[in-house]
């Protein structure tokens, strides 16, 4: 898989085109995560513009149902969706846990 790590929030990977021979790289796309705290009182964690993981993982498990189907359906990309859905649910939980508790957007735990 060519994923580069530039820093722990922001990744570049390869892209790619169907040529004649098969995939060919054709570039680079950047993905950062967003980071930061709307509540930051030392101010000592730079923000940061950029995608959330659930977001990834939405496409992700979008992706693989909508070519998951017919003849091309298979017992393994049904089990990665599933897996998928279940990351969601844990971080949607989190996310609610955290809600609860008056940490959420925070760097409290």
């Known amino acids: 898989m060519n994923i580069k790590t530039t820093s722990p929030h922001n990744y570049e990977l390869t892209t790619y085109t169907v040529g004649d021979s098969g995939l060919e790289e054709v570039g680079t ?4 995560l967003v980071r930061g705290s709307r509540v930051n009182e030392e101010n000592t964690i730079p923000k940061q513009d950029g995608v959330r993981t659930r977001q990834l993982l939405w496409i992700a498990q979008n992706y693989l149902t909508e070519v998951n189907v017919g003849e091309m359906r298979t017992r393994e990309t049904s089990v990665a969706i599933t897996k998928i859905q279940e ?3 844990w971080i949607n939980k989190r996310a609610e846990d955290r809600k609860t508790r008056e940490v959420q957007n925070t760097y409290q735990k």
């Open 29 to 32: 796309l950047d993905i950062n």
């Open 87 to 89: 990351a969601l649910m």
